[in-house]
């Protein structure tokens, strides 16, 4: 008796040696986790052929853990036309293309989509969408008693006041705040989220904004002669850029009438963004672009970024702009008006096109030159994606619990939620 219960003990303390590792591991990548190989899985709809940010955060996060925690292994569960690994890094769950949704898939089960995350057998689950994997990733995290991080990287309440009504948003910010409220930490992108989950009752939440690939999005891509040839513009047009989904959020007929009231001496590039709106003298309507360096490109090469949504979660477009080195016009509100401030600047006083001209004209009144090139130092110093995902490498560190004693229960037993 005396044996064996020595040979369980070193057993119950290698275990618990490997669990300190693999804990540790999320913050440092030179511990080796021996047996122990953490995972991580991130879901979500919001993952399609023409997608925005949600992707670009995905994408982004996958190549970092790849580099800096190679101990940490890293699944994707997205929508696709069938189910299992799609040879691109993903596993993908057979889903109902949305017609006219630009390529987005809607699940047609939460339960079989926790299924799929459960055979996965995750260490740690992060969804992306408070849709059906939301749903699917905190049953499969019950299930297997893990913790499950919510990132919001929307207001769902907010779109609904603006799609159908302010009496549509009081319902849907109750059921938004009781899915967020199941989560062991929220994860909100800005302070603006931040406070509107607060708002809604929603305390767990810690702020992460995104980051910007700067090597990728940089000044030395500009090529401001050779675009305005490719648009057929004067070399002295005022060029302003605007990327992003063809969304009503967006503003984009605020944008528009704005040029309207600045006339030709101004000339508005919309990327993506512009689908389907009415051809206009000084606009441009370009396509989805899917190339990373392309876009660079094409921001780094005009002259200042608008944005006009005054309730945009984040705007890791706007970001993207400010590491090209561009000047920013938005509004004094929502996630733009904690990236914009004067020194990289201009921002409107609310969402009309009076206020956005007025903006754009004092934003050109000033050496936009040295704005740019305060923009670009900003997006280098303060929101590389190093910088992210350190952040949320700590965040996930903690909720996988420290090294367990002989004494303290597991974290988040089965059922603690």
């Not at 708002?199 to 995104?210: D, R, T």
């Not at 051809?279 to 672009?289: G, H, I, M, S």
Request: hydrophobic letters at 40%; charged letters at 25%; proline letters at 7%.
């Amino acid at each position: 008796m005396v044996l064996q219960w020595r040979y369980d003990d070193e057993r119950t303390s290698d275990r618990r040696l490997a669990d300190s590792a693999a804990h540790l591991a999320w913050r440092d990548p030179s511990i080796g986790t021996g047996a122990k190989r953490s995972h991580l899985v991130d879901t979500t709809m919001l993952f399609a052929p023409r997608s925005g940010g949600v992707k670009r955060y995905l994408l982004a996060k996958r190549a970092w853990f790849a580099e800096n925690r190679p101990q940490i292994e890293h699944t994707l569960v997205v929508p696709g036309d069938a189910t299992g690994p799609n040879g691109r890094g993903a596993y993908t769950v057979a889903a109902v293309r949305l017609p006219f949704g630009d390529g987005y898939r809607w699940p047609t089960s939460t339960r079989r989509w926790a299924e799929h995350l459960i055979a996965l057998q995750p260490d740690l689950i992060e969804a992306g969408d408070p849709y059906g994997p939301g749903h699917a990733a905190l049953e499969a995290g019950e299930r297997l008693g893990v913790p499950v991080v919510g990132f919001c990287h929307s207001d769902p309440a907010a779109l609904a006041a603006l799609h159908l009504g302010s009496w549509a948003e009081p319902p849907v910010r109750r059921r938004w705040a009781k899915l967020f409220r199941r989560f062991d930490r929220v994860v909100a992108p800005s302070r603006h989220i931040a406070e509107r989950l607060d708002a809604a009752g929603v305390s767990n939440v810690h702020v992460q904004p995104l980051g910007v690939d700067t090597q990728l999005f940089c000044p030395s891509r500009r090529d401001p002669d050779g675009l305005r040839a490719e648009l057929g513009l004067p070399a002295d047009t005022k060029l302003l850029v605007f990327a992003g989904r063809p969304a009503r959020e967006k503003n984009v007929d605020v944008l528009l009438e704005a040029m309207d009231l600045l006339g030709d001496e101004y000339h508005l590039l919309l990327i993506h963004a512009g689908q389907g709106c009415r051809p206009q003298d000084n606009a441009t309507f370009l396509d989805y672009v899917r190339e990373p360096r392309e876009m660079a490109r094409l921001l780094s090469s005009c002259d200042a970024f608008v944005h006009a949504n005054d309730r945009e979660p984040f705007g890791l477009i706007a970001l993207e702009a400010m590491a090209c080195g561009l000047p920013m016009v938005g509004v004094a509100s929502g996630g733009i008006a904690e990236l914009v401030d004067e020194d990289v600047g201009q921002l409107a006083s609310k969402a009309t096109p009076e206020a956005m001209a007025e903006a754009i004209c004092a934003l050109f009144e000033r050496d936009t030159a040295a704005i740019g090139a305060t923009a670009r130092i900003k997006a280098e110093s303060n929101y590389g994606w190093d910088a992210t995902f350190t952040g949320l490498s700590a965040l996930y560190s903690d909720l996988c619990g420290a090294p367990v004693s002989a004494s303290a229960p597991l974290p988040f037993p089965r059922g603690s939620r």
